[in-house]
């Protein structure tokens, strides 16, 4: 352990209930909600909130320091069985948190609601979150041939991009009333795709896979969706993708243990910048890009894979004289699931709590953590 | 004459791509074998110097010679027949690459050169189809490489004398009149749904509408293995390619006084999955041990033929500006059948779609049986020219009385499939599909009906007819067409005009020889390059100058009508004796009891999805 890193990785909660390896984890962007899906086949969702006890005096959920650790609790709120016959591999929230989607082995991606209003109105910010009403299939959306591997939904929530083992991704427009049209299906990887990534602003959809490459699509106002860059430099499987809060930058994981970052260099044009290696000894399977809590800079890169080493950088523009960007390792966990493969690793993006993540490992667990400095 | 077309596997290029998972299972002959300790290697599989797999017995120390006889055992390749590509679910259409070797342009040059002479009584009557779509393709490539601009009707002339002179095909015909048949039945079809789908409300047996095409044979493909709930909308008229089969063999070989299977049919077809559509059994006579198509080749396939034999499409033939003989009875010289009434109608032009134009042949039916009542048509582009809406409506009340899309590619077929189960209540897709999404569903359902129609306002009537193609385009751009002319070298500028480093800026362009499909590598690569050329489905450019090639030059237009009321007569009459000569074979041939088959009409079949596939870990 690198004692002499500037922050630390603190668990605050470890929360059981799938029996199956867990997937992948997603934080809600507008409540107070963590959701995991699950090869159990089901959705578990947590609501999170600071102990009254502990930010009474500061009011100020982003207390630092050690108490931190202790200031969010994370209680199971609801339990989505799914209907999905086979593993449920992803997931992700509309962003208006209001709708989630399920993207499952069983070829199929769910899109799912909560049941309309008993008359108790919007939940409040921080009241408790998903609260008890029950979520249901809004909508099936079939097409993929085989296992759905990704789901996302663009920056704006108009658009909802799926990926799977049959080698498309589909780019799904999302319509009033739960309906939704393909506007593509997109044939360019040569084999599996891992993932699917919308630019954090714009629409423009990335997707990883198993043939090594990056691919990068654009909508052609004229015409329908078109692959406009293929990264290649990846040496194997590329499994995850994360792009730079600010959308200039673009981070790729791979089996090859590294993580790239390319940089946007036109419209429709990124470049390779930066590449990080030796940070993990097995496959990196998950990084997540969050703003952090560091003194501005571009933000916390974090990383997870089967090794269960969780690495977290902070990330700042290249310094003068430089066309690298700068990253610095500011924080290091290994068996962050005891001996297990970690699936998945994401950030919450909700003000306040920047500085917290979560994780989904083989061993069914998920895991909150928060970054405190040491 | 510079094609690019020359036919690869890899070349494949309709739009469903073949399945990783493929389930035809490696057969297992369960021979009867003494049981050796757990764990020893009994066999070894060894290959000779011809490539043959053989497996030998190991020398067993322990059982010297004991298995005197020939301990070598030679394997038998793995094949994948036709028939077990149908049955299976793993692709979602057609294993392509399966059906390449059987129905190929080499099995054509190989049946004709087996072919006896026609003295001998094994002799089978060689006969050459092509597609209008084919000729289009051929003389927009032809024309590109030339100073004046070749028809189609010139193209069908050389095509012609190249399959008669080179290859010793004795007729050869255009499938423009078997559309022609396709379109009269359709529109029939379409009136008999509506009728019996008025009565009940249910439609039940009769089929429902919407109606959907059925030419497509790579939307069947996928319907009957994807989304069988689409079955009963699709329509069952035959494609033109299997009218054309059952003229030429149900009613022209008997004028020819040959049976079915004394006629060899050649097909040549824009589009691959059209050599599926011929293998199925359902156009596979069983009484004579025929197909109705024998083999279909491609565009691509034709063009490489012409090559191999060395013929230059270019170059003009004799007669091949006369105009088109117009009347069934009268004799053909230029496509040089001596007799008698074994002609066809050529080339007849059928406005509307290059695909086709069986929506407009509705459009067209409804209008006239509305007749006094004038109607407007009204059209709508949804976003590219491979989604439009046509509406038909009452010039006085507004009132719609048919509506109708044009739907081309993948996509667009997803959101008609959705759209379709959405109007008439069935449940899209598999499995747990509607369990999951039964409740809301229901819900809505009620909600549409209270505010009639989905997007509201005046969309009181669904879709009546949806003229569904699997390809972008259409059929001009089917995967079997000719490709451009390869463009030149890949542009190393970008599109603000800068030289660009591919490598540098980490752009991966194929290596020629392993880019996943020659052309298509280039293309992908092209994609990176400039956005404006989208997809590995050549330039959309070059399918609107094959488009131009299709409806270009029609002198004999002026009599395009009476050539439509001569076509009509001659296809009612066609009807009748092959309605006539089925009743025949069928009192003659114990042919299965009770009703006789629609001579233009088929059936689909759903297959079932039992893939399991491999347990995916990851």
Same mark, same amino acid.
């Given at each position: 352990?690198?004692?002499?890193?500037?922050?630390?990785?603190?668990?605050?909660?470890?929360?059981?209930?799938?029996?199956?390896?867990?997937?992948?984890?997603?934080?809600?962007?507008?409540?107070?909600?963590?959701?995991?899906?699950?090869?159990?086949?089901?959705?578990?969702?947590?609501?999170?909130?600071?102990?009254?006890?502990?930010?009474?005096?500061?009011?100020?959920?982003?207390?630092?320091?050690?108490?931190?650790?202790?200031?969010?609790?994370?209680?199971?709120?609801?339990?989505?069985?799914?209907?999905?016959?086979?593993?449920?591999?992803?997931?992700?929230?509309?962003?208006?948190?209001?709708?989630?989607?399920?993207?499952?082995?069983?070829?199929?991606?769910?899109?799912?609601?909560?049941?309309?209003?008993?008359?108790?109105?919007?939940?409040?910010?921080?009241?408790?979150?998903?609260?008890?009403?029950?979520?249901?299939?809004?909508?099936?959306?079939?097409?993929?041939?085989?296992?759905?591997?990704?789901?996302?939904?663009?920056?704006?929530?108009?658009?909802?991009?799926?990926?799977?083992?049959?080698?498309?991704?589909?780019?799904?427009?999302?319509?009033?009333?739960?309906?939704?049209?393909?506007?593509?299906?997109?044939?360019?990887?040569?084999?599996? @795709?891992?993932?699917? /990534?919308?630019? %954090?602003?714009?629409?423009? *959809? &990335?997707? =990883? !896979?198993?043939?090594? +490459? $990056? #691919?990068?699509?654009?909508?052609?106002?004229?015409?329908?969706?078109?692959?406009?860059?293929?990264?290649?430099?990846?040496?194997?499987? @590329?499994?995850?993708? /994360?792009?730079? %809060?600010?959308?200039?930058? *673009? &981070?790729? =994981? !791979?089996?090859?243990? +590294? $993580? #790239?970052?390319?940089?946007?260099?036109?419209?429709?044009?990124?470049?390779?910048?930066?590449?990080?290696?030796?940070?993990?000894?097995?496959?990196?399977?998950?990084?997540?890009?969050?703003?952090?809590?560091?003194?501005?800079?571009?933000?916390?890169?974090?990383?997870?894979?089967?090794?269960?080493?969780?690495?977290?950088?902070?990330?700042?523009?290249?310094?003068?004289?430089?066309?690298?960007?700068?990253?610095?390792?500011?924080?290091?966990?290994?068996?962050?699931?005891?001996?297990?493969?970690?699936?998945?690793?994401?950030?919450?993006?909700?003000?306040?709590?920047?500085?917290?993540?979560?994780?989904?490992?083989?061993?069914?667990?998920?895991?909150?953590?928060?970054?405190?400095?040491? | 004459?510079?094609?690019?077309?020359?036919?690869?596997?890899?070349?494949?290029?309709?739009?469903?791509?073949?399945?990783?998972?493929?389930?035809?299972?490696?057969?297992?002959?369960?021979?009867?074998?003494?049981?050796?300790?757990?764990?020893?290697?009994?066999?070894?599989?060894?290959?000779?110097?011809?490539?043959?797999?053989?497996?030998?017995?190991?020398?067993?120390?322990?059982?010297?010679?004991?298995?005197?006889?020939?301990?070598?055992?030679?394997?038998?390749?793995?094949?994948?027949?036709?028939?077990?590509?149908?049955?299976?679910?793993?692709?979602?259409?057609?294993?392509?690459?399966?059906?390449?070797?059987?129905?190929?342009?080499?099995?054509?040059?190989?049946?004709?050169?087996?072919?006896?002479?026609?003295?001998?009584?094994?002799?089978?009557?060689?006969?050459?189809?092509?597609?209008?779509?084919?000729?289009?393709?051929?003389?927009?490539?032809?024309?590109?490489?030339?100073?004046?601009?070749?028809?189609?009707?010139?193209?069908?002339?050389?095509?012609?004398?190249?399959?008669?002179?080179?290859?010793?095909?004795?007729?050869?015909?255009?499938?423009?009149?078997?559309?022609?048949?396709?379109?009269?039945?359709?529109?029939?079809?379409?009136?008999?749904?509506?009728?019996?789908?008025?009565?009940?409300?249910?439609?039940?047996?009769?089929?429902?509408?919407?109606?959907?095409?059925?030419?497509?044979?790579?939307?069947?493909?996928?319907?009957?293995?994807?989304?069988?709930?689409?079955?009963?909308?699709?329509?069952?008229?035959?494609?033109?390619?299997?009218?054309?089969?059952?003229?030429?063999?149900?009613?022209?070989?008997?004028?020819?006084?040959?049976?079915?299977?004394?006629?060899?049919?050649?097909?040549?077809?824009?589009?691959?999955?059209?050599?599926?559509?011929?293998?199925?059994?359902?156009?596979?006579?069983?009484?004579?041990?025929?197909?109705?198509?024998?083999?279909?080749?491609?565009?691509?396939?034709?063009?490489?033929?012409?090559?191999?034999?060395?013929?230059?499409?270019?170059?003009?033939?004799?007669?091949?500006?006369?105009?088109?003989?117009?009347?069934?009875?009268?004799?053909?010289?230029?496509?040089?059948?001596?007799?008698?009434?074994?002609?066809?109608?050529?080339?007849?032009?059928?406005?509307?779609?290059?695909?086709?134009?069986?929506?407009?042949?509705?459009?067209?039916?409804?209008?006239?049986?509305?007749?006094?009542?004038?109607?407007?048509?009204?059209?709508?582009?949804?976003?590219?020219?491979?989604?439009?809406?046509?509406?038909?409506?009452?010039?006085?009340?507004?009132?719609?009385?048919?509506?109708?899309?044009?739907?081309?590619?993948?996509?667009?077929?997803?959101?008609?499939?959705?759209?379709?189960?959405?109007?008439?209540?069935?449940?899209?897709?598999?499995?747990?599909?509607?369990?999951?999404?039964?409740?809301?569903?229901?819900?809505?359902?009620?909600?549409?009906?209270?505010?009639?129609?989905?997007?509201?306002?005046?969309?009181?009537?669904?879709?009546?007819?949806?003229?569904?193609?699997?390809?972008?385009?259409?059929?001009?751009?089917?995967?079997?067409?000719?490709?451009?002319?390869?463009?030149?070298?890949?542009?190393?500028?970008?599109?603000?005009?800068?030289?660009?480093?591919?490598?540098?800026?980490?752009?991966?362009?194929?290596?020629?020889?392993?880019?996943?499909?020659?052309?298509?590598?280039?293309?992908?690569?092209?994609?990176?390059?400039?956005?404006?050329?989208?997809?590995?489905?050549?330039?959309?450019?070059?399918?609107?100058?094959?488009?131009?090639?299709?409806?270009?030059?029609?002198?004999?237009?002026?009599?395009?009508?009476?050539?439509?009321?001569?076509?009509?007569?001659?296809?009612?009459?066609?009807?009748?004796?092959?309605?006539?000569?089925?009743?025949?074979?069928?009192?003659?041939?114990?042919?299965?009891?009770?009703?006789?088959?629609?001579?233009?009409?088929?059936?689909?079949?759903?297959?079932?999805?039992?893939?399991?596939?491999?347990?995916?870990?990851?």
């Amino acid at each position: 352990m690198s004692s002499d890193l500037p922050y630390t990785i603190r668990c605050i909660a470890t929360l059981e209930g799938h029996h199956d390896r867990a997937w992948q984890v997603a934080w809600n962007p507008a409540k107070p909600l963590l959701a995991s899906c699950s090869a159990d086949k089901s959705v578990r969702m947590y609501a999170y909130s600071t102990k009254p006890s502990v930010s009474a005096g500061s009011d100020d959920p982003s207390a630092v320091g050690a108490g931190r650790a202790d200031a969010i609790a994370l209680t199971h709120v609801s339990t989505i069985p799914t209907g999905h016959t086979k593993t449920v591999r992803s997931i992700a929230w509309a962003p208006s948190g209001r709708t989630l989607a399920t993207g499952s082995f069983d070829a199929n991606i769910g899109v799912w609601e909560q049941e309309e209003g008993d008359g108790d109105g919007e939940d409040g910010e921080n009241g408790g979150g998903g609260g008890t009403r029950e979520w249901e299939c809004a909508t099936l959306l079939e097409g993929h041939e085989t296992e759905c591997k990704g789901v996302a939904y663009s920056a704006g929530g108009e658009l909802l991009a799926t990926c799977s083992r049959d080698k498309t991704v589909w780019i799904w427009e999302v319509h009033p009333d739960s309906d939704f049209e393909c506007m593509g299906v997109l044939m360019e990887h040569t084999q599996d @795709v891992k993932c699917v /990534a919308w630019h %954090p602003s714009e629409q423009i *959809l &990335a997707s =990883a !896979s198993y043939d090594d +490459t $990056i #691919k990068l699509y654009a909508d052609d106002p004229d015409e329908d969706w078109v692959c406009v860059q293929t990264l290649a430099g990846h040496q194997s499987t @590329v499994w995850a993708l /994360a792009w730079s %809060p600010c959308g200039t930058y *673009l &981070a790729s =994981a !791979s089996d090859d243990l +590294t $993580i #790239k970052v390319w940089k946007r260099a036109g419209e429709h044009r990124w470049e390779g910048n930066l590449e990080i290696k030796g940070a993990h000894t097995r496959s990196i399977y998950s990084i997540s890009w969050g703003k952090g809590k560091g003194d501005g800079g571009l933000g916390w890169l974090t990383s997870t894979g089967s090794d269960g080493k969780i690495n977290v950088w902070d990330i700042q523009e290249p310094p003068e004289g430089s066309k690298e960007l700068e990253h610095k390792l500011i924080a290091s966990l290994s068996s962050s699931h005891d001996i297990n493969d970690v699936n998945s690793v994401a950030w919450c993006a909700r003000a306040g709590y920047e500085d917290m993540f979560a994780t989904a490992g083989d061993d069914g667990l998920v895991k909150a953590w928060v970054v405190v400095p040491a | 004459m510079a094609f690019s077309g020359a036919l690869t596997l890899t070349d494949l290029n309709d739009f469903i791509t073949p399945s990783q998972a493929c389930i035809k299972p490696v057969e297992q002959l369960n021979k009867p074998e003494e049981i050796l300790e757990p764990g020893a290697a009994s066999t070894e599989i060894r290959i000779d110097s011809s490539g043959s797999y053989y497996e030998v017995a190991k020398n067993e120390p322990s059982r010297p010679s004991t298995v005197p006889q020939n301990p070598e055992n030679k394997l038998q390749q793995a094949q994948i027949s036709l028939n077990d590509c149908l049955a299976c679910s793993g692709c979602i259409t057609s294993a392509e690459s399966v059906l390449i070797t059987l129905q190929s342009h080499t099995e054509v040059l190989a049946f004709l050169a087996s072919n006896p002479p026609p003295a001998s009584a094994a002799h089978k009557v060689p006969v050459l189809s092509i597609a209008p779509q084919t000729l289009a393709s051929l003389a927009a490539s032809v024309s590109s490489g030339s100073r004046a601009p070749v028809a189609p009707r010139q193209i069908l002339r050389r095509v012609a004398a190249f399959a008669r002179e080179a290859l010793g095909f004795e007729r050869v015909y255009d499938t423009t009149f078997a559309r022609h048949l396709a379109l009269r039945e359709h529109v029939q079809e379409y009136f008999e749904r509506r009728d019996g789908a008025g009565q009940d409300g249910s439609g039940s047996g009769s089929g429902k509408l919407p109606m959907l095409a059925s030419a497509c044979p790579g939307w069947i493909c996928y319907a009957e293995k994807a989304h069988a709930e689409m079955l009963p909308f699709i329509a069952r008229t035959k494609s033109p390619q299997q009218v054309m089969g059952t003229l030429v063999k149900a009613w022209l070989a008997p004028k020819w006084g040959k049976r079915p299977d004394e006629v060899y049919h050649v097909a040549v077809m824009p589009c691959y999955d059209k050599k599926l559509e011929a293998s199925r059994q359902d156009f596979y006579s069983e009484l004579y041990a025929t197909r109705d198509v024998d083999c279909v080749i491609t565009t691509g396939e034709l063009e490489l033929l012409m090559r191999e034999k060395g013929w230059d499409l270019s170059v003009p033939v004799e007669h091949e500006d006369e105009p088109l003989p117009l009347s069934s009875s009268s004799s053909s010289p230029s496509l040089g059948t001596p007799d008698d009434d074994a002609a066809l109608p050529e080339l007849l032009t059928h406005p509307g779609t290059s695909s086709g134009s069986y929506l407009h042949a509705l459009i067209d039916a409804v209008t006239r049986a509305v007749a006094p009542e004038p109607v407007a048509l009204s059209v709508k582009t949804v976003r590219t020219a491979d989604y439009a809406e046509y509406a038909l409506a009452r010039r006085d009340t507004g009132t719609v009385v048919f509506r109708g899309a044009t739907c081309y590619g993948f996509r667009n077929l997803q959101n008609v499939v959705r759209r379709v189960g959405r109007e008439a209540g069935v449940r899209v897709g598999r499995g747990a599909a509607g369990r999951m999404a039964g409740a809301r569903v229901r819900r809505r359902g009620g909600a549409a009906a209270a505010t009639t129609g989905s997007g509201g306002g005046e969309e009181d009537r669904g879709l009546d007819y949806v003229e569904v193609m699997a390809c972008p385009g259409g059929c001009v751009n089917g995967g079997g067409q000719l490709r451009p002319i390869a463009e030149a070298a890949q542009d190393a500028k970008d599109p603000e005009g800068f030289a660009r480093s591919w490598a540098d800026s980490g752009v991966h362009l194929p290596e020629t020889n392993a880019a996943p499909a020659g052309e298509e590598g280039a293309a992908s690569g092209d994609v990176a390059l400039a956005p404006q050329q989208p997809a590995s489905w050549g330039s959309k450019e070059w399918t609107k100058v094959v488009e131009r090639s299709y409806w270009q030059d029609l002198p004999a237009w002026a009599q395009a009508e009476d050539r439509l009321a001569e076509a009509d007569a001659l296809a009612a009459r066609i009807t009748s004796e092959i309605y006539a000569s089925q009743l025949v074979q069928a009192s003659s041939a114990d042919a299965p009891e009770g009703i006789q088959p629609a001579p233009f009409r088929t059936q689909y079949h759903a297959v079932e999805s039992d893939v399991v596939g491999l347990a995916v870990k990851w």
